[in-house]
């Protein structure tokens, strides 16, 4: 008989290695960081965003004055998204990133390490297991994840 196993939505987050992280040749020491903290790759792709991708995976943060250097950064050249598992993922993998500006960053974490600027910072990271639900179906098809 076929087993079906439930995995919890709360154990998963969504990432993106962004353009400026591609760029500089950095996607195999961040994904070693990653699964070296414990995180189960579960879908990955190197992809790039459209102009309507990003407008749309941002569009919380509309109204803001960065929004339209934010969507020109984003689509400029190909990322790496992918679903990451662990226990605690959302908030864990929060704290692996460090802070949105890389200048308050805590050491050793992956901002610190590998981003430039608060604008271009080098990692997303989901901020809610409800937001890493949406921003994983966002990228990836069920049969895309593992
Ligand atoms: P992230 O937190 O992954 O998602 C929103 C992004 O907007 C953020 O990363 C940065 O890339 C960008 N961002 C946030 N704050 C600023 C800012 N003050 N100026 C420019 N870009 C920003």
Redesign the pocket.
Known sequence: MRKIIYKMATNRTFT?L?PDSVEKGNIGAILEKITASGFRIVAMKLTQMTIADAQAF?AV?RE????G??VE??TRGPIVAAILEKDNAVEDFRTLIGT??PAEAAEGTIRKLYAD?????A???S?SDDNAAIEGAFHFSGREQF
Do not use: A, C, Q
Not at 64 to 67: H, K, L, S
């Open positions: 993106m962004k941002y943060h803001r004055p960065f929004y250097e934010l950064y984003m949105t500006n600027s608060i604008s271009e910072n990692v997303h990271g901020d």
